[in-house]
Each structure stands twice: as C-alpha cells, then as structure tokens.
C-alpha cells in the first residue's frame, strides 16, 4: 500500500470511529507503529486531524456544522458512556432541562428509569422519544425549527424560559476551551443555551474529548457558569488540568 492510500484509509477510519490509536492503525494496516505516527503528522500538518497521546482524534471543523446523523456516529460508545453518568446525576422529581446534541439525547435514553420528571427541551427528537414514557412530562420550546439538528430557536423559543426554572440543565457545546470558555458551531443555538444557563440552578457541560480545547464562533459563556463537565476518558491530560485550574470541576467516564 502506497503511502496516499494508507494515509485515506486512516482517514475513513478516523470518520468512522471519531478517533484511532497508533497500534491498532499499524495492526489493522499492517505497518510499524513508526510508520504510522508519521503519516499522523502528516495528516496533522494538512489540518485533516489532531494527534494526541497515542493517536489522534478528528481536527474538529469548529466553524462548520456537520448534520445531526454524522455527528451521531462519531464518539458513539462515549457518548452513551456520558450520558448515562449524566442521568445519575438527576433525582426523582427533578425539572430537568435538555438540550440538542447527540449527547445529550443520550441522556434522554437514560433519564427513562426516573419518576416524575419534567424535561425542557428545544429538541424535537428528544420530545418525541420521551413522549411515550408515563413518568417524564415533556415540555417543548417552540420558535423555528433547524433541520440540521431537530432543534428550535429563536424567534419565540426562549420565551418560556421567562416563566420555568429548572433543577439541571444539561447542555453540550462545539468547544470548551480554558481561555475562550464555552462556544457553539452556530448562533441561534448558543442563545438558547444561553437562556437554558439563566434558567436554571445547576449547569452541567456534556460533551466527548474532542470538544474540549476547541473554540468555536458562537459564545455561551464562562467555564465559571457551569457546575461540571462529564466528558469521556480519552480527554488530553493536560486540558483537563487546565479546565480544573481555572474552576470547571471535570469527571471522567
């Protein structure tokens, strides 16, 4: 195998699974682990992805929004991984904010074996799950609805939020950054994050590693606005620490 061609197939891998290890990349490809790291320091140079410790991870196109079902695909195991300790973190009788994203809908999937739970989404399919469970009442923004990811925003979607205040928000973010703070791919969703931030007692960040040190266009706020941040176990030691150091209480999963 030519080195163009190797460097493709790390990259239809890298699409698939989000991210790749240098060992299982020389096993699956048949080459030394040597070979590898170089041809990631290639694709790195190329801005085509972002090595870490032992692989690397999908260079995250911060300014652009990728549809809901690709987003899906990526990070899958850790998503589900996040949303399952995010679920823990809610008790019986909570009004429970959720926002869009795929790892947040993940905690939808969980919330199921709670009772009495209300949730405020601005996500349709989030709502259209959850509405067949006796225990969770759903209820839902309105405004104007995004295709590209199930969700409504403004105008009119945070009008409600005048009149609710809820135990939790869950809410997920492009880029968590220890400088930038927290920021979002596109502005009408940063706003209702916004809102749900203002609406709520506790704040919990979700999202998968690759958010984090990214910065994105959109501006939410301070890391100082959120209690936590569940992410999985593959986030970069060092932004972790960063995070820490500047007040973001961080768990691993």
């Not at 652009?64 to 987003?71: G, H, L, S, V």
């Not at 008790?91 to 949730?119: P, Q």
């Not at 209820?139 to 105008?155: D, F, K, M």
Request: glycine share 6%.
């Amino acid at each position: 195998m030519f080195p163009e061609e190797r460097r493709k197939a790390i990259l239809q891998i890298m699409n698939k699974e989000g991210r790749c290890r240098v060992a299982s990349l020389a096993d699956k490809l048949a080459v030394s682990e040597v070979t590898i790291r170089m041809d990631l320091d290639v694709l790195e140079k190329q801005g085509l992805l972002r090595r870490t410790h032992g692989g690397a991870i999908q260079n995250p196109k911060t300014g652009f929004e990728r549809a809901y079902q690709e987003e899906e695909a990526s990070f899958h195991e850790e998503k589900k991984r996040i949303g399952w300790h995010a679920a823990e973190l809610v008790s019986d009788g909570d009004m429970v904010i959720l926002d869009v994203g795929t790892t947040v809908m993940e905690v939808a999937h969980h919330l199921v074996r709670h009772k009495n739970i209300t949730v405020l989404t601005n996500a349709l399919n989030v709502a259209t799950f959850l509405e067949h469970y006796r225990e969770i009442s759903v209820i839902v923004t309105g405004g104007r609805l995004r295709a590209t990811q199930h969700s409504l925003v403004n105008p009119y979607a945070n009008l409600i939020l005048d009149k609710l205040y809820a135990d939790v928000a869950f809410i997920g973010a492009s880029g968590i950054d220890a400088h930038y703070g927290v920021t979002n791919v596109n502005i009408p969703e940063a706003e209702m994050k916004i809102g749900f931030i203002n609406a709520s007692r506790r704040r919990i960040l979700l999202a998968d590693s690759s958010k984090i040190g990214n910065v994105a266009q959109a501006k939410v706020g301070k890391l100082e606005d959120f209690h936590l941040l569940v992410t999985d176990n593959q986030a970069e030691p060092e932004q972790v620490r960063l995070l820490q150091e500047n007040g973001l209480r961080v768990e691993l999963v």
